[in-house]
């Protein structure tokens, strides 16, 4: 079943996400759920907050990617923790299906150790690079409740401005299905 994604404005973007334990409530499903709003809105990751809900869960699949060292890399991470993020800075062109339309190159550093579990529950702790590192990033960031419309300067995110309050208000048109924020209610009778 394919779920609405959050429009940026959201408070829920905004917030630290919580861990989950194995009693969370048809997490199987969930997942089974996220991969295919993800895949639907042509996606390479999804985090849970971005449906809604605040937990410490995101699922990323770049297995389409040309690097045959990503040929298997579609997974599920939960009560992810990074542990380390070391290397060089790099630039790369990041998008968001909270934020559709607006694109921008963010730096990060471009190695990740990483500590998460997995669909079976199974934990594992994994050093990352190159681009599977920046989706793991991006993904993770929103479980801390950041965006990367929050690293860019105070002047280009000044820009945005209009852009993002138009994203907010749902004044944009999108192939996927979306809850705006800051959508003007509808006329009552
Ligand atoms: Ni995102």
Redesign the pocket.
Known sequence: MKLPIVAYGDPILKKKAADIDQNYPALSTLIANMFETMYSAN?V???AP?VGLSIRLFVIDISDDEDENLKDFKKTFINAQVLEETGKEWSFN??????PEIREDISRLDTIRISYYDENWVHHEETYNGLAARVIQ??Y??TEGR??TDKLSPLKRAMLKRKLDAIAKGAIKVGYKMKFPAAPKKFKR
């Not at 990041?94 to 934020?99: F, K, T």
């Open positions: 996606g990751g999804l985090a971005q990041e998008g968001c299906l909270s934020i991006h993904e960031d929103h965006l990367f």
